[in-house]
Nanobody, 125 residues
């Protein structure tokens, strides 16, 4: 009965912004770390950002540091990814995932328990 659903993707010009949302249900949301991954055509699924149970613990891949911000609202069972200064190389399907294991596995897709269906982000030049 666990569901993880992303929304907010779309087409945007380079330099623009998008805010992705991920709503989770059927789990105790505050007990899970939440991560964002992305996958471009022909590429492997790659880590983007993660936020821990405590909210204050965050991690980002180097290529998005200073441009993307991950946050969560436990009262709404929702995690967000604010994406600013978007570049064409950010084009991908973005996936939200829930992690019950510790921080040691935050960069590893296999350590996440539940995944959303993905939302497409396309950045034009």
């Amino acid at each position: 009965q666990v569901q993880v659903v992303e929304s907010g993707g779309g087409l945007v010009q380079a330099g623009g912004s998008l805010r992705l949302s991920c709503a989770a249900s059927g789990l105790t949301f505050s007990r899970y770390g939440m991560g964002w991954f992305r996958q471009a055509p022909g590429k492997e699924r790659a880590f983007v950002a993660d936020i821990s149970w405590s909210v204050s613990g965050t991690a980002y891949v180097d290529s998005v540091k200073g441009r993307f911000t991950i946050s969560r609202d436990n009262a709404k069972n929702t995690v967000y990814l604010q994406m600013n200064s978007l570049k064409p190389e950010d084009t991908a399907v973005y996936y939200c995932a829930a992690r019950s294991q510790g921080l040691y596995g935050r960069y590893d897709p296999s350590k996440y328990d539940y995944w959303g269906q993905g939302t497409q982000v396309t950045v034009s030049s």
